[in-house]
Antibody, heavy 122, light 112 residues
Framework: QLQLQESGPGLVKTLDTLSLICSVS??????????WGWIRQPPDRGLEWIAN???????FYNPSLRSRLTVSVDASKRQVSLKLSSVTATDTAIYYC??????????????WGRGTLVTVSS | DIVMTQSPLSLPVTPGEPASISCRSS???????????LYWYLQKPGQSPQLLIY???NRASGVPDRFSGSGSGTDFTLKISRVEAEDVGIYYC?????????FGQGTKVEIK
């Protein structure tokens, strides 16, 4: 059964780099047609798409975060990572990773992790 | 960016009665392939979002058939034929046609 587990520091200092890992089990991270996405949700707010990445393939970033964002896939570790630099309080949010079957049937984010809360504070 | 606008933002419902949520996009979500890149998610209290509908009208795996999606272009609707207590939460529409992918503000469904 597919499991996605986000992990990382719950507290990041202002202007530091936020680093998160999404550990994938129960599915091949390099499965044909599968992308992996990051989405965030500020406390008591709506959802914001961050990026989609495919192992060995394309990466799509939200332009509003593009200059500060790096997303990568390590198939050997079965991990998807996110790094967001120069964070401020507006980056405080629950960060979710999700599976994205896309190349053939465009199914959207069909499985989500439980999310991890990151608070940015000085 | 494509702006997604949901209505209503709050929807009190009676169990057993139907319910409907509207989602409008600022640009057409109809791709030349014939697919509408419109998705519906439900975020139950304290949980991660879960996929309900993909490509405008296709129910995701395991989603009860009381949920249905319709529409094309810029106007879409999510319908619940008979609301159950477990359907409470916030419903979001999302467009996957153009980067950045964008979500609606969310519609909070609660039992009257």
């Amino acid at each position: 059964q597919l499991q996605l587990q986000e992990s990382g520091p719950g507290l990041v200092k202002t202007l530091d780099t936020l680093s998160l890992i999404c550990s994938v089990s129960g599915d091949s991270i390099g499965s044909s047609g599968h992308y992996w996405g990051w989405i965030r949700q500020p406390p008591d707010r709506g959802l914001e798409w961050i990026a989609n990445i495919k192992y060995g393939g394309n990466t799509f970033y939200n332009p509003s975060l593009r200059s500060r964002l790096t997303v990568s896939v390590d198939a050997s570790k079965r991990q998807v990572s996110l790094k967001l630099s120069s964070v401020t309080a507006t980056d405080t949010a629950i960060y979710y990773c999700a599976r994205l079957p896309w190349d053939t049937d465009y199914r959207g984010f069909d499985f989500w992790g439980r999310g991890t809360l990151v608070t940015v504070s000085s | 960016d494509i702006v997604m606008t949901q209505s209503p933002l709050s929807l009190p419902v009676t169990p057993g009665e139907p319910a409907s949520i509207s989602c409008r996009s600022s640009q057409s979500l109809l791709h030349r392939s014939g697919h509408n890149f419109l998705y519906w998610y439900l975020q139950k209290p304290g949980q991660s979002p879960q996929l309900l509908i993909y490509l405008g009208s296709n129910r995701a795996s395991g989603v009860p058939d009381r949920f249905s999606g319709s529409g094309s272009g810029t106007d879409f609707t999510l319908k619940i034929s008979r609301v159950e207590a477990e359907d409470v939460g916030i419903y979001y529409c999302m467009q996957g046609l153009q980067v950045p992918w964008t979500f609606g503000q969310g519609t909070k469904v609660e039992i009257k």
